[in-house]
């Protein structure tokens, strides 16, 4: 199935929640620290407690690269885990020169099977095209960013008076055409969020931010709700996979995740 119609498919029936597997060992409960991968087991009972309600699973590649071989390891089992009607982007946020950025396209896309990743177009069309040219998959390129220092760059502006981020978007219109490209908007930047929806148009977005970084999910839905848009995924990691230290980790993170998609259906109607 290709990823655009995964995620088309999982809005129509009200899902808008990807679940961040950034799976710490240091935060992960107790009683798992005793079995031979205790990080593959977390994110086992995290996604058979919320599959059924999550549009898919963002894995952050540096939580599972920094413990090397096991933590690739841990990677690729937990892809595995992930049923195959949800995404599953790689946050890796790669962009690089092109032949480079080809060996990534292959391992994100071709190796590990990901239905969308996350890319850092600053170095120009040649290091975002290899990713591109996999039609069938999204491509979530960064625009704006949650984080304090997205200022520092993205939001400098030009001599014509618009900002960085927003030449991001209107590039990012003109490489897509597969119709696969689509943008990274922080939720914390809930007025830029308003005052670009149109340059923003139909492309899909990915909306990290929400929870521990101090975005709200209900003023996002809002915003997009009010431009008539969809196709898009809002994504929750600590608030979600923390939600619990105890035994019951899991049914809590179950738990939360419902609360979301109640709130996604009291303001769209789903």
């Not at 001599?159 to 922080?186: E, P």
């Not at 979600?240 to 019951?248: M, V």
């Amino acid at each position: 199935m290709k990823s655009l119609n995964k995620l088309k498919k999982k809005n129509e029936e009200g899902k808008f929640i990807c679940v961040g597997l950034d799976t710490d060992i240091d935060k992960i409960p107790g009683h798992l620290m005793t079995l031979n991968k205790p990080v593959v087991e977390f994110n086992k009972q995290i996604i058979e407690s919320t599959s059924d309600f999550a549009a898919g699973y963002k894995l952050n590649f540096a939580f599972y690269e920094k413990d090397g071989k096991q933590g690739l390891e841990n990677l690729s089992e937990t892809i595995e885990l992930i049923p195959k009607d949800a995404i599953i982007i790689a946050d890796a946020k790669r962009g690089d020169i092109g032949n480079t950025s080809q060996m990534y396209a292959k391992a994100i896309f071709d190796h590990f099977d990901f239905d969308a990743v996350t890319i850092n177009p600053y170095m120009g069309k040649d290091s975002v095209e290899p990713f591109i040219s996999f039609s069938e998959k999204l491509i979530f390129i960064l625009a704006l960013t949650s984080n304090k220092g997205a200022d520092d760059f993205e939001k400098l502006q030009l001599n014509d008076g618009s900002f960085l981020f927003q030449r991001v978007i209107a590039k990012v219109k003109d490489w897509n055409q597969y119709n696969n490209c689509g943008l990274v908007f922080g939720a914390t930047k809930i007025e830029e969020l308003k005052e670009n929806i149109n340059l923003i148009a139909d492309l899909p977005l990915l909306i990290p931010g929400v929870g521990a970084q101090g975005g709200s999910f209900d003023d996002i839905l809002r915003v997009l709700s009010s431009a008539n848009r969809i196709n898009y995924v809002v994504n929750i990691s600590r608030g979600i996979i923390y939600n619990s230290s105890s035994n019951n980790f899991a049914i809590s993170a179950q738990n939360e995740i419902k609360k979301y998609n109640n709130i996604a259906k009291s303001i769209l109607g789903y």
